[in-house]
């Protein structure tokens, strides 16, 4: 079980608040890309990264490493950013971000990056190949398995059927080492998701699925590592997070505005942005004094 101390609180939020700003820096070199998605899983993923992932980025192909799926593709700014800060890659190369003949793709490609997992871009597939990868394990291993599949889902996806189809599969096999976390910030590219297709009751769907279901703030680092500690306990069918996140986190401009989904920063907006991350920092460390 991961122990969440002051000091290592403080660590996190400084660190994703650095993602962030790496996030925002090579949209804006880029001048295209999603701004509002990995803005706001950048305190999941930091988690992910820096507290709970058995991984080795100076061995990105090791047998016994957690394997992460990231099924909505577009928010790879995230990824890339935190795998950067994690050692996978220089923090330099995020401003090729969806460069020509970057290996840092609009949408993740394995075969550029070999320390990803999949190649992602459809929306929907992601839940599948965990799936798939939490069933082999499993076959492999058996059903004590050490090693943990971690899903990354967007809400907007649980309109696609092949999601749901992944999630009777999880359940039928009772996969305890497969974990979907759900960004529920409640926005797509054309709008907010209870106007466009409705999602609630989530948790009830996933509860008659017969999966384990927890509700957190995705911007709480307690809440995170709490969940990830009780999802790791749980044993005979899969855990879904739902993460109940702010599209943008960090960035008040940016918040809660679906039209954030899919278009980068201006150089000015982006200005505007770093300044405030910037505060934000100084912020976190005067309160931990």
Aim: proline share 5%.
């Amino acid at each position: 079980m991961s122990i969440l101390t002051d000091d290592k609180k403080e660590f996190l939020a400084l660190k994703a608040n650095n993602i962030r700003t790496s996030i925002i820096e090579s949209l804006v070199t880029a001048g295209t890309g999603h701004t509002a998605g990995p803005l706001g899983m950048a305190d999941i993923f930091t988690t992910l990264y820096f507290h709970i992932l058995k991984h080795d980025p100076q061995k990105p192909d090791w047998v016994d490493r957690d394997r992460v799926v990231l099924s909505n593709g577009h928010i790879c700014p995230v990824l890339y950013a935190t795998m950067a800060h994690a050692g996978y890659f220089p923090v330099s190369e995020l401003s090729t971000l969806r460069k020509f003949g970057t290996r840092l793709q609009g949408h993740p490609h394995r075969e550029y990056l070999p320390s990803l997992e999949t190649s992602s871009g459809p929306l929907g597939a992601g839940l599948s190949q965990a799936v798939g990868m939490a069933l082999s394990d499993q076959m492999d291993f058996g059903p004590n398995t050490s090693r943990y599949i971690y899903a990354l889902l967007s809400d907007g996806e649980l309109e696609e059927g092949n999601t749901w189809e992944a999630v009777m599969l999880g359940a039928k096999y009772k996969l305890h080492n497969l974990i979907a976390v759900i960004d529920r910030n409640n926005i797509q590219i054309d709008g907010y998701t209870e106007d466009i297709m409705p999602l609630e009751p989530l948790a009830d769907k996933f509860e008659s699925f017969n999966w384990h279901v927890i509700v957190i703030d995705g911007h709480n680092f307690e809440d995170i590592v709490d969940a990830f500690n009780q999802a790791q306990a749980v044993f005979g069918r899969p855990t879904v997070i739902i993460a109940n996140t702010i599209p943008g986190k960090g960035v008040h401009a940016f918040e809660r505005q679906y039209e954030w989904h899919g278009k980068p920063p201006t150089a000015e907006e982006g200005k505007k942005a770093l300044m405030e991350l910037r505060t934000l920092a100084g912020k976190i460390k005067s309160e931990n004094e």
